[in-house]
């Protein structure tokens, strides 16, 4: 980084990227989950993995929306010499910082089986689901300001993750087609070649 730029990582793309971990394991442990029949019956534990789910998509994509929105009004022009990162890093970073913790999850998930059936897996699906609603929540808000929003790399926790935590000051914005992930965190489709 050349003359004091920062290293800046997209906010949606920190939010989005444990989505789908958090989905996949999810379902597969419910999926696993299904075929033990536990302490409380696989019907008591479908319905209470469903009210689970619903519950954890609810407060995962709702919460610390103001705070986000706080960080957004305050969004500063990104510099000419901040250097962005790719999705792929950004992803990369999150997914190896939290794999450990994806691992507990999913063995909780799969223990849970023998007590309640299939709720841990969709309490862990829908805190993914949850993830992908607040990445798309931020890709609304990103294109009604025409601005990508990004935060510097350094104020990521040890993780990669937490991009509206206590260490972050502001965002940045750039304009809409910098970097390589569209709004919401997203993989950018490159138009076809005519």
């Given at each position: 980084?050349?003359?004091g730029?920062?290293?800046?990582?997209?906010?949606?793309?920190?939010?989005?990227?444990?989505?789908?971990?958090?989905?996949?394991?999810?379902?597969?442990?419910?999926?696993?989950?299904?075929?033990?029949?536990?302490?409380?019956?696989?019907?008591?534990?479908v319905?209470?993995?469903?009210a689970?789910?619903?519950?954890?998509?609810?407060?995962?994509?709702y919460?610390?929306?103001?705070?986000?929105?706080?960080?957004i009004r305050?969004?500063?022009?990104?510099?000419?010499?901040?250097?962005?990162?790719?999705?792929?890093?950004?992803v990369r970073?999150?997914?190896?910082?939290?794999?450990?913790?994806?691992?507990?999850a999913f063995?909780?998930?799969?223990?849970?089986?023998?007590a309640?059936?299939?709720?841990?897996?969709?309490?862990l699906?829908?805190?993914?689901?949850?993830?992908?609603?607040?990445?798309?929540?931020?890709?609304r808000?990103?294109?009604?300001?025409?601005?990508?929003?990004w935060?510097?790399?350094?104020?990521?926790?040890?993780?990669?993750?937490?991009?509206?935590?206590k260490?972050?000051k502001?965002?940045?914005?750039t304009g809409?087609?910098?970097?390589?992930?569209?709004?919401?965190?997203?993989?950018?489709?490159?138009?076809?070649?005519?």
């Amino acid at each position: 980084m050349a003359r004091g730029g920062q290293g800046l990582a997209r906010v949606a793309v920190v939010v989005r990227a444990g989505a789908a971990p958090l989905w996949w394991l999810g379902v597969l442990a419910a999926g696993v989950g299904v075929l033990v029949p536990g302490l409380t019956g696989r019907r008591i534990g479908v319905l209470a993995g469903a009210a689970l789910f619903i519950v954890a998509t609810a407060v995962v994509a709702y919460l610390r929306r103001k705070r986000y929105t706080v960080l957004i009004r305050s969004a500063a022009r990104a510099g000419k010499h901040d250097v962005l990162q790719d999705r792929a890093v950004a992803v990369r970073t999150w997914r190896r910082g939290h794999r450990w913790w994806l691992l507990l999850a999913f063995l909780a998930a799969l223990g849970s089986a023998f007590a309640v059936p299939a709720a841990g897996g969709m309490l862990l699906a829908g805190c993914g689901a949850g993830l992908w609603l607040k990445a798309a929540w931020l890709g609304r808000r990103e294109r009604a300001e025409n601005a990508l929003l990004w935060v510097r790399v350094d104020w990521l926790d040890a993780r990669g993750g937490r991009p509206a935590g206590k260490a972050v000051k502001a965002f940045r914005s750039t304009g809409i087609a910098a970097g390589d992930a569209a709004p919401g965190g997203a993989r950018r489709r490159t138009a076809a070649l005519v």
